[in-house]
């Protein structure tokens, strides 16, 4: 039996992109093997560790990822999942062999190269980055405001350290280059107290530069709007596995400012540094006097990077690797063609 995993309510928090991941693997599976049982793993009657011994089991947990790090695996089971933090790619390799992760080149070589010999099996491990499919996120955003008038998008929580939205606050506080914050995250006791008091006086209108978006998903025409009055993406994260967002800003036409640590691998202006205050100050103010011509051979150039290195085809393959690699080790799996 092929079993499915994934969450059919991945939650408000996910992106479009997320969403894709369960109907995209989901049909491709079914197409290399015919039936293909769905593990609903939102649904709480079900037990991961149920799952048989002859089951190949290939699955993205989602929102139920707890779920699936708390179960213990097989040679027979495939598991495609976000890179994790450390202390949690720990536990999860422990768990479970056969691991596509997805994110960041940079993470994976952080976490899981340069920590081979801790992780048990490391062979088994693999990568693809984050995919995007440009035909339902089209090029909506093709003219710059003028210098010194771009204007700068970000969508991440308050409620996570790794995701540096403190920083970013600092770094154009006291500033006239204008952001907007799109957080998914404003519930009033969500966040430590730190963050939740950011949250807050950027709501009280405490810096007039930046403004407060609530969330919608990437496709949505809200989201939509928001882009087409913004010029560049800037992504802070120290950590941040799989930044779909990242990538459905670049297919709408932003430019990308980012860390080397954010999912993708190039950085208008070469990757943001948010340790260094001073430093991501002078990034936006680069931004603010390049020349249109500039952005747009930027914005251009960021876009033909998704559709060489971050396609739902390329990432298809990457399964189908990873299940090759695996029928090699378990050749008499019956449920292996």
Known sequence: MIRFLYSRDVGIQSTYGNRQIGVRLHAHLQRRFGEVEFVDLADAEHDVSTLGDEDLVVGHPGAALNRVREARGDRRTLVVVPIPPWNEMRVLTQRWRHILFIGGRQWFEDLCEAH??????????????????????????RRFN???????????????????????????????????????????????????????????????????????????????????????????????????????????????????????????????????????????????????????????????????????AGLCGAVDRAIDHLMREAPSHPCIR
């Open 116 to 141: 081979r010999g801790e992780l048990p099996g490391f062979d088994a491990l693999s990568w693809h980055p984050m995919c995007v499919d440009l035909s339902l996120f089209r090029r909506v955003k």
């Open 146 to 312: 003028p210098p010194g008038q771009r204007r700068f998008l970000y969508v991440g929580r308050f409620d996570q350290a790794r995701k540096n939205i403190l920083r970013l606050i600092e770094a154009f506080a006291g500033l006239n280059d204008s952001l907007t914050i799109v957080a998914p995250t404003l519930l009033p006791e969500v966040g430590t107290p730190d963050e939740l008091a950011a949250r807050d006086a950027v709501k009280a209108g405490r810096y007039p530069n930046i403004r407060l978006q609530p969330f919608t998903l990437n496709a949505a025409p809200e989201f939509i709007d928001v882009v087409r009055q913004s010029d560049v993406y800037i992504h802070p994260a120290s950590f941040d596995s799989q930044a779909t967002s990242i990538l459905e800003s670049i297919a709408y036409g932003l430019v990308p400012v980012v860390t080397r640590e954010s999912g993708f691998e190039y950085s208008f202006g070469g990757f943001l540094n948010v340790n260094d205050i001073d430093a991501c100050r002078r990034h936006i103010r680069d931004v603010q006097q390049a020349p249109g011509a500039v952005l747009e051979g930027a914005a251009c150039a960021a876009r033909e990077r998704l559709g060489s290195d971050h396609t739902w």
